[in-house]
Nanobody, 120 residues
Framework: QVQLVESGGGLVQPGGSLRLSCAAS????????MGWYRQALGKQRELVAR???????NFADSVKGRFTISRDNAKNTVYLQMNSLKPEDTAVYYC??????????????WGQGTQVTVSS
């Protein structure tokens, strides 16, 4: 079985920073794309950032220049560094990993979600 555990959310003032982590564990053969999505209250889930196995990154226009995404393949972990946070960044953040478990087909796995609240 494969499990994802997120950490790092919380309450921060506008202009502050947070770092989210998502660690995968279990019978993992390989991990392709790793990404972060968010869902604000009453809105659809949207892509925030993703990173390919080769290190290519993509960001939503709303976070470009403020957020960075990185991965540690040895730890099966993806990070989202969020700087210059704004109230509109408030949402539940979910990691999404495309994982090939041992002896199984590749599929998407989702983290449990972590709340990020930006407020003074």
């Amino acid at each position: 079985q494969v499990q994802l555990v997120e950490s790092g959310g919380g309450l921060v003032q506008p202009g502050g920073s947070l770092r989210l982590s998502c660690a995968a564990s279990g019978s993992i053969f390989s991990i392709n794309t790793m990404g972060w999505y968010r869902q604000a209250l009453g809105k659809q889930r949207e892509l925030v950032a993703r990173i390919s196995s080769g290190g290519t990154t993509n960001f939503a226009d709303s976070v470009k220049g403020r957020f960075t995404i990185s991965r540690d393949n040895a730890k099966n972990t993806v990070y989202l560094q969020m700087n210059s946070l704004k109230p509109e960044d408030t949402a539940v953040y979910y990691c999404n990993l495309k994982i090939s478990p041992v002896s199984q087909s590749s599929r998407d796995y989702w983290g449990q979600g972590t709340q990020v609240t930006v407020s003074s």
